[in-house]
Structures are given as structure tokens and as C-alpha cells.
């Protein structure tokens, strides 16, 4: 099993530029979350999946970040336009259903230029 | 509106010593708490709840209400202890239904030197 995979693990791009990352949970996770980890801190909830519903995304910026779960299975997370405050980590994990433990991907690390 | 402090950005002590990493938390609800790690170039993963009341690696922590405090202990520090702790809460409204907001602190990074 290779846990939550997610994808690039790598991104660098310029200030106004679309940037997306993409995720796949644990098999028979029906929760998925993306957090933003921000240098020195701990990673701050985005937004929560049941399924393919959105449940929790309340810290979610709308103007600028958009995310979808089609089929209730992978996810992409998207920022237009990235600004220079969205360098950071953007971190997915999954779960059996909310409360359960989640399991960590290995993040994706933004940079925006 | 939940939060969880971690006063050590830092911590250092010698293989064998005692080692305590604090987490200090602020809740209207019924906390849940947990203590996640990682170690360096792997993911971030669960070390423990406190729920559980069991000790992973050697570590324990114990919820103490009256101090909002979970702290992380650990008798004899290892060398591969050595990464970075962060305590993480959720808070399940009194009112019902569910919040599984999972509200992490800033981390402390643990290394233990040989």
C-alpha cells in the first residue's frame, strides 16, 4: 500500500500563474483533506470530503482556491492566480469517515516566485 | 475558537535524558487530543491520542483538563526520537453534530544529541 499519494512534490511558479496538486487517498478512505502547512507552522485545515461532498471548507479562499473530489476518489486542489503568500506546503490526508485517524501524504511544496 | 500552543520551537537533550514536549490548549467543547510526528524526509504521521491511553515508543501523554495541558514524555530520549512533535486537537461542539477540525500547533522540533 502506498498510502496517500500525492502529486508533484514539487512546484515553482511565477506570482498571477495557475498552479494545481493532485491527491489520492487510501483505498476505502471516504475523507480526504487538504491542509496548507505554512513555514514554522503547523498544518492548517482547507478543507474536508465526505465522499465527493465538501463538508468543511470554511478556511478555504475562495476568490483564488477551488477543489473538487469527482466520484468521491482523487482530489485536485487549485489556486488562479497564485500570490507570493501561497508558498508553502499543501498537505492531503485521509480516513475511514471523519474522527478516525488520518494518514498523511508527503505534500506538495509550492513556490511562488 | 480552538488553539493549541506549543511554547518550544526547540528542544535538545542528550541520549538518556528525561524529555518533555509541552502542549497547552484552549477549547469550548470536549477536546480530543493528539500528539503527531515527523521524522525528518517522512510524512506526518499519529504518535498517539489520548483516548488510547497507551504509550507508543515509549511515549505517554496525559490529558489534564485543569491545566489544559498535553504534555509528551518520554523517560529515556533515543537518538532516533529525534524529530519534529506536534500537538493537535479536535473539538466536538457541545451542541452535537460533528467538527473533526483537526487544529494543529506550531511544532516543536526534538533533537536528541549522542
Known amino acids: 500500500e502506498a498510502g496517500v499519494v500525492q502529486s508533484p512534490r514539487y512546484k515553482i511558479i511565477e506570482k498571477k500563474q495557475p498552479v494545481a496538486f493532485w491527491c489520492n487517498p487510501i483505498s476505502g478512505h471516504n475523507t480526504l483533506y487538504w491542509y496548507r502547512q505554512n513555514l514554522g507552522q503547523g498544518p492548517e485545515l482547507l478543507i474536508r470530503y465526505e465522499n465527493e461532498e465538501a463538508v468543511d471548507d470554511s478556511q478555504l479562499p475562495k476568490d483564488r482556491f477551488s477543489a473538487e473530489r469527482l466520484k468521491g476518489v482523487d482530489s485536485t486542489l487549485k489556486i488562479q492566480p497564485a500570490e507570493l503568500g501561497d508558498s508553502a506546503v499543501y498537505l492531503c490526508?485521509?480516513?475511514?469517515?471523519?474522527?478516525?485517524?488520518?494518514?498523511f501524504g508527503p505534500g506538495t511544496r509550492l513556490t511562488v516566485t | 475558537a480552538q488553539r493549541v500552543t506549543q511554547p518550544e520551537k526547540l528542544l535538545s537533550v542528550f541520549k538518556g535524558a528525561p524529555v518533555e514536549l509541552k502542549c497547552n490548549y484552549s477549547y469550548s467543547g470536549s477536546p480530543e487530543l493528539f500528539w503527531y510526528v515527523q521524522y525528518s524526509r517522512q510524512r506526518l504521521q499519529l504518535l498517539l491520542r489520548h483516548i488510547s491511553r497507551e504509550s507508543i515508543k515509549g511515549f505517554t501523554a496525559d490529558l489534564n483538563k485543569g491545566e489544559t495541558s498535553f504534555h509528551l514524555k518520554k523517560p529515556f530520549a533515543q537518538e532516533e526520537d529525534s524529530a519534529m512533535y506536534y500537538c493537535?486537537?479536535?473539538?466536538?461542539?457541545?451542541?452535537?453534530?460533528?467538527?473533526?477540525?483537526?487544529?494543529f500547533g506550531k511544532g516543536t522540533l526534538l533533537t536528541v544529541n549522542p
Open positions: 493537535a486537537l479536535t473539538v466536538r461542539p457541545n451542541s452535537g453534530g460533528s467538527n473533526y477540525k483537526l487544529t
Open positions: 490526508a485521509s480516513s475511514l469517515r471523519s474522527g478516525t485517524e488520518q494518514y
